[in-house]
């Protein structure tokens, strides 16, 4: 069983940045494909970022440029290092672990560990 521990949350002017860390309990972070989810009241939750075990990363075109998603293996810590946000990044923030197979960058459903959440707030 994988308990994942997101923090690094909080409320940021527009233009501010932050970084989002993401503990995991167990040796994850460096073997299965990760992921950085958002959501908002009453929207589907919505995927930012993905890395690959071999660090290979992909970025909803949303967050391209603004966003980066990476990973310390030796503190099994997934980050997301948040530039230039906007009111519209408002929303709570999850990491997940996809240890069952499928595609990394698939949908929700397909990571089978997820964090608490934790909320980011820009205006």
């Known amino acids: 069983h994988v308990q994942l521990v997101e923090s690094g949350g909080g409320s940021v002017q527009v233009g501010g940045s932050l970084r989002l860390s993401c503990v995991a309990s167990v040796d994850t972070i460096g073997r299965y494909c990760m992921g950085w989810f958002r959501q908002i009241p009453d929207k589907e939750r919505e995927r930012v970022a993905g890395?690959?075990?071999?660090?290979?990363?992909s970025y909803a075109d949303s967050v391209k440029g603004r966003f980066t998603i990476s990973k310390d293996k030796a503190k099994n810590t997934l980050y997301l290092h948040m530039n230039s946000l906007k009111p519209e990044d408002t929303a709570l923030y999850y990491c997940a672990a996809m240890t069952d197979g499928g595609v990394c960058g698939g949908p929700p459903f397909e990571y089978k560990f997820w964090g608490q959440g934790t909320q980011v707030t820009v205006s």
């Open positions: 890395i690959e075990s071999d660090g290979s990363t």
